[in-house]
């Protein structure tokens, strides 16, 4: 069964077309993340999943009902925000209960779930206590248990975790991905840091300037990338492009190799010089120039290698993408 | 701590400024209660001295309480100044949420609209006004000075509060959507607690102008049983001759119910000035 299915969705603001036929589908229990540069729409995509924005065009679907005239409330959504708008005016206990009193559920009912979600999140100590008395972890696991307490047939996230310190972020990363795994629910989740991306999804959707560029799990998307756009959006450091006569003569395709692809040969098709030299211990990250172009090298392990020194860089032509002017995968 | 805030010669220098304007503002008051309690001679002839055995005196309290109905006017102006107050603080946040909130055909050119009024005074339309008052027989009714007054004071509130209200975030009110709550929930109980200090703001600034009018209670409204605190204190200020006790009297028993609104509104007010500087 399908949570949520979009086709041909458009949605402008006057004269700016920020949506363009987005057409995607949400299978049950999936955890789905959408990615891609500032501004290409995905939070105005995630509003109007959720109602909060009209479709100008095109048909939304969740849990096989047509939800284009539906208010939010009655969609069977939770959505949880970027600045976590917690009600100030109420308790950890009446942030969560507000909709399910809206909702006309028993005493009883919203005790348990209360109950449950704040276990989940080791929120218990904290019920009584108001945002403001909050850390910012603590009130992003409350906009969570909100979100949980409604038992939505889909959660939508627009990126929760950027306001969160580092170690943070990564904590509550795990602790959403096991939430997931506990829940079954489905799930949307909007970031740009890849590698919430990368370890969250198990499909992710990049959208650029309002389109969809390509869907996929996220080994299908690293490995097989459709276009020059996803292959330098995904992975970390980004993908090497040059023009591909660099390494042979006539060739007028991209040529897009992974850092990590890359390896020291002194028979090498590249000949570099070393500009700058990240050593991070477990690898090192070798940014050199070649051609004026420039390139970077993730070489495994710790490696002499110093700034102006030149060198050559070998890689397996499997492992090299190539990309027609159009930024299109070609072979 | 900060250095400079905590060092005592500028503490008291700071302070004593402070108390310095302090006295300066409240001497007209203190003036005017002191010689409330004396009687006429003393008045003019020692202004600012205390009442004495001799100079003690409540004949003004007495000749505002023997002439006419004292209590009546305080209390229309009372009923006035805080049915408007209300009217320009529900309909102007009303007003203001629609603008900043809703996308709609003429958002702009409606609040321009609204805001032309703080650049054209209301008593312009006097005649226009007392024509319409006349022809709706609301002439000698506290309802006319409470509509004029809401009308008069609408366009700075709308202006105020609308600022203030876009600065509420999206996500607090998309959450109260998501959640089930109605748009009026959502005004009244997720951005209304939200934009108290203005609205406290718009509350002093539009109390006094009101309570202290005597234009338009003079000609809307003149007559004995609607007669406000300000026309009502008129009968003792003649041409030829004035009762500065029964004047000084009327005066001192004005200040009070301002001062007391004050209060209440001024810890609003004081938390809506600090608000953006501690944030
Ligand atoms: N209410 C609006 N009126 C007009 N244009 C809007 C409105 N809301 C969003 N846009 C435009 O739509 C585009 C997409 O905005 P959106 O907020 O969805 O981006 P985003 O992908 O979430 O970006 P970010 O990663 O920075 O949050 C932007 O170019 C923005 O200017
Ligand atoms: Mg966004």
Redesign the pocket.
């Known amino acids: 069964m399908t949570a949520l299915s979009l086709q041909n969705v458009n949605k402008s603001?006057?004269e700016?077309h920020?949506l363009k036929d987005i057409n995607m589908e949400v299978e049950e229990g999936e955890f789905v993340v959408f990615v891609?540069?500032?501004?290409?729409?995905?939070?105005?995509?995630l509003r109007v999943i959720a109602g909060l924005e009209d479709a100008s065009s095109g048909e939304i679907r969740i849990g096989g009902d047509v939800v284009n005239l539906t208010p939010p409330s009655k969609r069977g959504i939770a959505m949880v925000f970027q600045s976590y708008a917690l009600y100030p005016h109420l308790n950890v206990r009446g942030n969560m209960t507000l909709a399910l009193k809206q909702e006309r559920q028993s005493k009883a009912v919203i005790e348990e779930r209360v109950q449950e979600a704040s276990r989940m999140l080791n929120l218990e100590p904290y019920l009584e206590r108001f945002p403001s008395e909050l850390s910012g972890g603590q009130r992003q696991r409350v906009a969570i248990a909100r979100a949980i307490v409604r038992e939505p047939k889909l959660f939508l996230f627009?990126?929760p975790l950027s306001n969160l310190d580092a170690a943070l972020r990564m904590n509550t990363r795990i602790e959403i991905a096991n939430l997931h795994r506990q829940l079954g629910a489905s799930m949307i989740y909007?970031t740009?840091d890849q590698t919430e991306a990368m370890t969250l999804a198990d499909k992710i959707v990049v959208?650029r300037d309002?389109r969809v560029e390509q869907i996929g799990s996220p080994m299908e998307l690293y490995n097989n990338p459709a276009n020059q756009f996803v292959a330098g959006f995904l992975g970390s450091p980004a993908m090497n492009f040059f023009p591909a006569e660099l390494v042979q003569d006539g060739d007028d395709r991209t040529m897009g190799v992974r850092p990590e692809d890359l390896f020291l040969d002194d028979s090498g098709a590249l000949a570099a010089r070393v500009s700058h030299v990240e050593k991070l211990g477990g690898d090192t990250n070798v940014i050199a120039q070649v051609n004026r172009h420039q390139i970077t090298a993730r070489l495994f392990g710790q490696h002499a290698v110093e700034p102006g020194q030149d060198l050559r860089l070998g890689f397996n032509p499997q492992n090299a993408f190539h990309f027609n002017g159009e930024g299109m995968r070609v072979e | 701590m900060n250095k400079a805030r905590s060092n005592p010669l500028n503490t008291l220098m700071m302070h004593g400024a402070l108390i310095l304007y302090t006295l300066i503002a409240l001497f007209p008051v203190f003036v005017i209660l002191i010689n409330s309690f004396k009687e006429r001679r003393s008045i003019f002839r020692e202004p600012l001295a205390l009442p004495n055995a001799e100079s003690y005196s409540t004949i003004g309290y007495n000749t505002v309480m023997q002439q006419g109905d004292f209590f009546l006017y305080f209390q229309n102006s009372m009923t006035v100044t805080v049915a408007s107050l209300f009217f320009v603080l529900l309909f102007g946040a009303m007003a203001a949420y629609a603008l900043s909130e809703y996308?709609f055909r003429g958002n702009m050119l409606m609040g321009l609209y609204l805001a032309l009024g703080i650049m054209i005074p209301i008593r312009i339309g006097t005649v226009a006004i007392l024509e319409m008052m006349v022809a709706t027989g609301l002439v000698n009714t506290l309802w006319a000075l409470i509509l004029v007054y809401t009308a008069q004071g609408l366009p700075l509130a709308v202006f105020i509060l609308s600022e203030f209200m876009r600065q509420v975030s999206d996500d607090l009110k998309n959450a109260g959507r998501i959640d089930g709550l109605s748009e009026y929930t959502i005004f009244f109980r997720l951005v209304l607690p939200l934009v108290r200090p203005a609205m406290a703001t718009v509350a002093v600034f539009n109390m006094i102008p009101i309570w202290n009018d005597l234009w338009f209670p003079l000609i809307l409204a003149p007559a004995e049983e609607t007669k406000t605190l300000t026309l009502g204190s008129q009968v003792f200020i003649g041409q030829f001759v004035t009762d500065w006790n029964a004047v000084l009297s009327a005066l001192s028993m004005a200040i009070l119910p301002v001062l007391v609104l004050y209060v209440i509104f001024s810890r609003q007010l004081i938390r809506g000035i600090t608000s953006g500087a501690v944030k």
Do not use: A, I, Q, Y
Not at chain 1, 36 to 45: A, E, Q, R, V
């Open positions: 603001f006057g700016v920020v891609g540069p500032s501004g290409c729409g995905k939070s105005t995509l627009d990126e909007v740009h959208l309002g | 996308r």
